[in-house]
């Protein structure tokens, strides 16, 4: 009845946080939390750093990134020193032979030093240790592909692990599909889709029971007019520790569906003292392939963190572009990141430009703060990061 009686609360407070008036948002710009920059080491064939996460073993925090398989015989994780930024481990999956998934990689999760996931095109789920050994497989999608989209239809291959909670690993799924892939299509004109009526964006896989629960909540009213901008269905989300929920966030809408498991419990529209203006992106011709830029004018929700720390929920977003360039690598690029209460009252509000053709990125939370990608990377060797303070927000 108590923890009945918490929730409760907590979704009254929830309902109340757009209820706020600006002038009790402090507004900010975000060099007053910058008290440092931290680098990433980079060997030289690392051309990309991308799919990091934080990863806490015995008390000991490593930054983990994925280093392609495309260049090497096995996939890399690298697991980094936030002290230092230099590789502390790695472990290394092989992509053939009985070690490796066939059917090829969808997805990666680091779990910890000794443990890490992988999902291929299959829908199979590898276990492995550090030493890159597949100690599990899990197959529990085999009589459940017809029913994960909700019409019977077919399985959406375009999934990600998001989550790894206990024996439950969590997979956002994307319906984007590519319309016109049987002919020849000139760059500029590749086109995508997804579903209107898609309710499944969210599964979660038990591990030791084998059972499987789908979502079954729809998009953000209006939303469908991104139906056909493969950017708009890529979710993303924090998940609350102490609270036991999760935060579902869509790139081109205020709202954050607040998650009871896969259950939608509540719907959250945080205060900001900005008003988004979500625009579908743009198909364009770049060389021979088809890319998507954002409008101008056009906002975008890039991430949401939860600090368990220091109780606080962390979202960064694209305001909109300025200059008079048509090409968005040479406009300067606005954002605004919004510090939460566990409770989604508001902290703060700080402000920051790019003006390279480099946008914000890649991120990461550590016990030491918050970090952001610079600008501008002036050095092959490493990627250079922000260090933003966060406490003093500790309540």
């Not at 989604?344 to 991120?363: C, L």
């Not at 990461?364 to 970090?371: D, V, Y």
């Amino acid at each position: 009845m108590k923890k009945l009686f918490l929730r409760l609360i907590f979704i009254g407070l929830i309902f109340s946080c757009d209820e706020k008036g600006s002038e009790e948002i402090y507004q900010g710009k975000l060099q007053e939390l910058i008290v440092g920059d931290f680098s990433l080491e980079k060997d030289s064939l690392t051309k990309y750093i991308f799919n990091i996460r934080v990863v806490e073993d015995n008390s000991q925090e490593y930054i983990s990134f994925t280093k392609p398989a495309n260049i090497r015989k096995e996939w890399v994780f690298a697991l980094i020193s936030t002290i230092s930024g230099k590789e502390a481990g790695r472990i290394e999956i092989p992509t053939e032979g009985p070690e490796s998934m066939r059917g090829g990689i969808h997805a990666n999760i680091v779990v910890s030093e000794n443990q890490v996931f992988q999902i291929n095109h299959l829908g199979e789920i590898g276990e492995y240790n550090g030493e890159g050994k597949k100690i599990a497989l899990y197959n529990f999608f085999s009589d459940y592909k017809a029913k994960l989209n909700g019409k019977g239809g077919e399985f959406p291959l375009n999934f990600e692990i998001t989550q790894f909670n206990p024996s439950i690993i969590q997979l956002g799924n994307n319906p984007s599909k590519f319309l016109n892939t049987k002919k020849p299509v000139a760059a500029g004109e590749m086109m995508t889709e997804f579903p209107l009526d898609f309710k499944n964006w969210i599964t979660h896989v038990d591990l030791e029971t084998g059972e499987v629960e789908n979502s079954d909540f729809s998009m953000p009213e209006g939303y469908e007019v991104f139906k056909n901008d493969n950017t708009a269905s890529v979710l993303f989300g924090a998940y609350d520790s102490k609270r036991d929920l999760y935060y579902l966030a869509w790139p081109y809408s205020d709202e954050v569906y607040v998650l009871n498991g896969v259950k939608m419990e509540s719907v959250v529209k945080p205060f900001s003292s900005v008003e988004f203006n979500y625009f579908p992106s743009e198909r364009k011709a770049m060389d021979l392939n088809t890319v998507l830029l954002q409008p101008k004018n056009a906002s975008k929700q890039l991430f949401l963190l939860y600090d368990e720390q220091r109780d606080l929920i962390i979202r960064c977003s694209k305001i909109e572009e300025s200059g008079a360039s048509e090409s968005t690598f040479e406009r300067t690029k606005h954002y605004v990141l919004s510090i939460n209460s566990g409770e989604w009252e508001s902290k703060g509000e700080y402000f920051f430009d790019f003006e390279t053709e480099i946008e914000v990125e890649n991120w990461f939370l550590t016990s030491e703060g918050l970090f952001i990608n610079k600008p501008e990377q002036e050095s092959e060797d490493e990627y250079e990061f922000y260090k933003i303070d966060l406490s003093g927000f500790e309540k």
